[in-house]
């Protein structure tokens, strides 16, 4: 019989345990504490000994069994999940890295994972060495005997730019280290992140799979790939645990102690979410295409970047990973962030709001806003111009999002 297919998989994945009322949709169990019927069951459950359920900052049958669904369709060692991309960003490195060490990575990353790693992480002690991803040289220069991880995202958030993922994970995995991607921009159900060397995936769940944006989520995907125990980085668990040593500091240490798991209530929209996911991006990211090939004939816009428009820079290499649809976020170029402003308050259908993929499309200026408390030396450095928009595209009629970006731009220069 020929294998499932990863929707089939993903509506299909069984409980954990039978559901008393055979429901169809896992309940959302709204509860803090699980009662045991002997304190034998009670010790084994809270020293590790058994999979059952002791506290809700913890685990939660709600939300392991989002964590299960996510697992089943991206193969992954482990699914941990968690109340912002924020959080899973933060629980990854609080796992991996240590006063003393250090992280490599680029310039080019979200206003807030950039501050993360450049200003809190550096009063701990770790050191963000930032350098050019598409340069293999320079990325070597800067990996040592201390390098915690090379990490990355794979289209970067606002400056479109792709790294050859499968150079960066030979590069890491000769150094021994891990590779770690923020994958956000295209989802797991279209872009497979370990076939590219990827060893723990990141995700906004807030993205993409909450549909219509209706919770905050993040997901830390450890695929197990990695050998913890070549290398010098948790000593104390790549001894007794190997391949899973990550995940057991992550879920035994670091992600029960700093209280970020995500709530039932979140899990059980974003499982609602995930199961129209794949018809969703597909929807958006056919518009995104389409609706870049059009903005590059608006007088008024001087760049649209895209990397599915074939002269993109990182077209191919982006096709090469991604496929033709790259995601459902493009930006684009207007003469001043005076004309940036003007355009934004002029529009009528497009909303302005952060977040990315909801069901509406969402417009905003990132110098100003995502990145407003940089200076302005300091977005420099990151390629944040004060003349980019960026557009997350939602499912309206792409004819109905140009007409309003055209009727925006118009009498503008």
């Known amino acids: 019989m020929k294998e499932f297919s990863v929707e089939a998989k993903l509506l299909h994945t069984p409980y954990n345990k039978p559901d008393a009322y055979h429901a169809l949709s896992m309940p959302v169990y709204n509860s803090a504490a699980y009662e045991f019927e002997t304190a034998e069951e009670m010790e084994d459950a809270f020293c590790g000994r058994s999979p059952e359920h002791v506290y809700s900052r913890i685990t939660n049958p709600t939300v392991q069994y989002f964590e299960d669904r996510v697992r089943t369709i991206t193969n ?8 912002s991309g924020m959080a899973a960003i933060t629980n990854t490195f609080m796992t991996i890295a240590r006063a003393g060490g250090n992280i490599v990575t680029s310039s080019h990353l979200f206003g807030n994972t950039y501050s993360f790693l450049k200003f809190t992480l550096a009063d701990f002690g770790v050191e963000t060495r930032f350098c050019d991803l598409t340069n293999p040289e320079e990325v070597r220069a800067n990996i040592d005997e201390n390098t915690c991880c090379l990490f990355l995202e794979v289209i970067t958030n606002p400056q479109m730019e792709v790294a050859n993922l499968k150079q960066l994970a030979a590069i890491a995995h000769e150094k021994q280290i891990p590779l770690i991607a923020d994958t956000t921009i295209v989802p797991f159900t279209v872009f497979k992140a370990h076939d590219f060397g990827v060893d723990i995936e990141i995700v906004s769940s807030t993205k993409y799979i909450s549909g219509g944006a209706t919770g905050l989520g993040g997901l830390i995907l450890d695929y197990g790939s990695f050998n913890w125990a070549e290398s ?3 000593p104390r668990f790549s001894g007794p645990f190997g391949k899973g040593a990550f995940t057991v ?14 709530t039932p209530q979140a899990a059980y929209m974003q499982t609602l979410g995930l199961e129209t996911l794949t018809l969703r991006f597909e929807k958006q990211a056919s518009a995104c295409l389409k609706l870049a090939q059009m903005l590059t004939s608006v007088p008024a816009i001087r760049a649209v970047n895209y990397t599915g ?14 496929g033709p649809l790259p995601g459902a976020m493009l930006t684009f170029d207007l003469s001043s962030k005076e004309a940036c402003f003007s355009f934004l308050n002029k529009l009528k259908l497009i909303h302005l709001a952060t977040n990315l993929f909801d069901n509406k499309s969402l417009i905003i200026h990132p110098a100003s806003t995502i990145y407003g408390t940089f200076t302005e ?11 980019t928009i960026r557009l997350s595209v939602g499912l309206e009629p792409v004819e109905d999002i140009y007409n309003d970006i055209v009727q925006a731009l118009k009498n503008e220069k």
């Open 76 to 83: 992954a060692f482990s699914v941990t999940a968690l109340n």
């Open 232 to 234: 010098t980085l948790l």
């Open 249 to 262: 500091r992550l879920r035994k240490e670091i992600h029960r102690n700093m209280g970020a798991y995500m």
């Open 309 to 322: 428009l074939e002269s993109n820079p990182c077209y191919q290499i982006s096709l090469e990973q991604f």
């Open 377 to 387: 030396k300091q977005r420099e450095s990151m390629d944040v111009k004060p003349t």
